[in-house]
T-cell receptor, first 114, second 113 residues
Framework: AQSVTQPDIHITVSEGASLELRCNYS??????LFWYVQSPGQGLQLLLK??????LVQGIKGFEAEFKRSQSSFNLRKPSVHWSDAAEYFC????????????FGTGTRLTIIP | DAGVIQSPRHEVTEMGQEVTLRCKPISGHNSLFWYRQTMMRGLELLIYFNNNVPIDDSGMPEDRFSAKMPNASFSTLKIQPSEPRDSAVYFC???????????FGDGTRLSIL
């Protein structure tokens, strides 16, 4: 069965600084990969997804993520964070050719300081 | 386009009462998912449907929980009888294909007193 690890429970960065949120997955083949963001009191919103092709994927709100097969990673990056990026971020993995279930990581809470 | 619509947004009730959560998926989506989110356990998949048929209910915590999808545009999650440990945020999500992302509703915040 697939699994997802987000090793950082909480990250604090200064506004304008760069950001990288880590995500590692465990799966025997190339999975589908997703990053979601959850603002307080809201549902999860899709930031970006990787299915195949270019390993660097662009998402909404200036985010990008890079799929690295050799490291089983799909880290999320943003060159310059804004105060509005403060939220909880979830990485998720899906199985190719299987059912529609996603396995979510435990999330990383991002705090932005002025 | 309307997203996934959940109702109610908030529910406060006493233990032992029946609770019904409702979800309207995005039109045309054929898969629907119910999740529960708590601080202790994070985001848990309870059950999911494909073409209105329950495919995997292994995440349903116990017999007090039941879910139905009578048609493609409506699903319910019922808890009877409710207990304080059922307090959580319950999310519904839908997707239109096994390789397409899930779209989430804004959730129902449930408090059982």
């Amino acid at each position: 069965a697939q699994s997802v690890t987000q090793p950082d429970i909480h990250i604090t960065v200064s506004e304008g600084a760069s950001l990288e949120l880590r995500c590692n997955y465990s799966y025997g083949a190339t999975p589908y990969l997703f990053w979601y963001v959850q603002s307080p009191g809201q549902g999860l919103q899709l930031l970006l997804k990787y299915f195949s092709g270019d390993t660097l994927v662009q998402g909404i709100k200036g985010f990008e993520a890079e799929f690295k097969r050799s490291q089983s990673s799909f880290n999320l990056r943003k060159p310059s964070v804004h105060w509005s990026d403060a939220a909880e971020y979830f990485c998720a993995v899906g199985v190719r050719g299987g059912n529609e279930k996603l396995t979510f990581g435990t999330g990383t809470r991002l705090t932005i300081i002025p | 386009d309307a997203g996934v619509i959940q109702s109610p947004r908030h529910e406060v009730t006493e233990m032992g009462q029946e609770v019904t959560l409702r979800c309207k998926p995005i039109s045309g989506h054929n898969s629907l998912f119910w999740y529960r989110q708590t601080m202790m356990r994070g985001l848990e998949l309870l059950i999911y449907f494909n073409n209105n048929v329950p495919i995997d209910d292994s995440g349903m915590p116990e017999d007090r929980f039941s879910a139905k999808m009578p048609n493609a545009s409506f699903s319910t999650l019922k808890i009877q009888p409710s207990e304080p440990r059922d307090s959580a945020v319950y999310f519904c999500a839908s997707s239109d294909n096994s390789n397409q992302p899930q779209h989430f509703g804004d959730g129902t915040r449930l408090s059982i007193l």
